[in-house]
């Protein structure tokens, strides 16, 4: 099976702040790779696609980039209804897995 | 599109217990459907997979006590977990892939499974 390990845990940011995310695979996944927003007692939102793809309706300042094993979402300008716990998924295998979590929250 | 999920509830270690997830917007069958679960306070685990071909798949941690299927008549995924266990207990989402990248664009609103004695 394939692993997904993501850094940061967690992280303090503000509103208007850089945010970089990074997922790893245990092996190659080529462009395979989705990224999802958890809001708490919410179901999960897709963001990103195909690493780079961008979803219908989600905003600009939400990019993704990687191929292979290493992947990184990036927020260029937080907003405050971006904190939220960010999560990658990939679809290589047969066996789905997603990375552990990466929780945004306020500095 | 709304996904809907029926079924979870309060059962006993190594009792049965069976999901179900429809919405009548979309054909399950045309669709990539999947099971994803969240033990309280927790991440994101995939489950399970049923590709469109029929074909499925499941996390290890399933494999041999979980079944996913679906009725094509009635337009309905299922989740059949037999031998559960303390370490199931979690919300159950069903979601949805339109294609074969599965990335899972609507998802259910989650039900819980708490197994417990």
């Known amino acids: 099976d394939i692993q997904m390990t993501q850094s940061p845990p967690s992280l303090s940011a503000s509103v208007g702040d850089r945010v970089t995310i990074t997922c790893r695979a245990s092996r190659g996944i080529a462009n395979y790779l989705n990224w999802y927003q958890q809001k708490p007692g919410k179901a999960p939102n897709l963001l990103i696609f195909a690493s780079s793809s961008l979803h219908s309706g989600v905003p600009s300042r939400f990019s993704g980039s990687g191929s292979g094993t290493d992947f990184t979402l990036t927020i260029s300008s937080l907003q405050p209804e971006d904190f939220a716990t960010y999560y990658c998924?990939?679809?290589?295998?047969?066996?789905?897995?997603f990375g552990g979590g990466t929780k945004v929250e306020i500095k | 599109v709304q996904l809907v999920e029926t079924g979870g509830g309060l059962i006993q270690p190594g009792g049965s217990l069976r999901l179900s997830c429809s919405d009548p917007k979309f054909t399950v069958s045309s669709n990539y459907m999947t099971w994803v679960r969240q033990a309280p306070g927790k991440g994101l685990e995939w489950v399970s997979v049923i590709h469109r071909d029929g074909n499925t798949y499941y996390a290890d941690s399933v494999k041999g006590r979980f079944t996913i299927s679906r009725d094509n008549f009635k337009n309905t995924l299922y989740l059949q977990m037999n031998s559960l266990r303390a370490e199931d207990t979690a919300v159950y989402y069903c979601a949805r892939a339109p294609g074969g990248f599965l990335n899972f664009d609507y998802w259910g609103q989650g039900t819980l499974v708490t197994v417990s004695s």
């Open positions: 998924q990939q679809s290589y295998s047969t066996a789905l897995s």
